[in-house]
């Protein structure tokens, strides 16, 4: 069982960064790909970012690649989202998402557990 807990939401300019921090409980960590997600309002919750157990291979959306970074510490049980040149449309509820397998997945109901999610909010 793994517990996921989000922060560093909040609201930006657009223009600016957040970074996202995601920490997990349990000391199997470090095996699980650990992947970011997204809902807007009355949309369905899509794909932005993925990395596997080591941080060796990572995965972005095609709307984030070139502005978000996905890191992690396994020392610290910690995923991270650094987003920056934030955009209007990047406004949703951000989830991080645990997945036991070792592929580096973009689909959201292959990841087994799900923090509560955290709100970024771009003002224009």
């Known amino acids: 069982q793994v517990q996921l807990v989000e922060s560093g939401g909040g609201l930006v300019q657009a223009g600016g960064s957040l970074r996202l921090s995601c920490a997990a409980s349990?000391?199997?960590?470090?095996?699980?790909?650990m992947g970011w997600f997204r809902q807007a309002p009355g949309k369905e919750r899509e794909f932005v970012s993925a990395i596997n157990w080591s941080g060796g291979s990572t995965n972005y959306a095609d709307s984030v690649k070139g502005r978000f970074t996905i890191s992690r510490d396994n020392a610290k049980n910690t995923v991270y989202l650094q987003m920056n040149s934030l955009k209007p449309e990047d406004t949703a509820v951000y989830y991080c998402a645990a997945d036991r397998g070792v592929a580096v997945r973009r689909i959201a109901s292959e990841y087994d557990y799900w923090g509560q999610g955290t709100q970024v909010t771009v003002s224009s």
């Open positions: 349990g000391r199997t960590f470090s095996v699980y790909t």
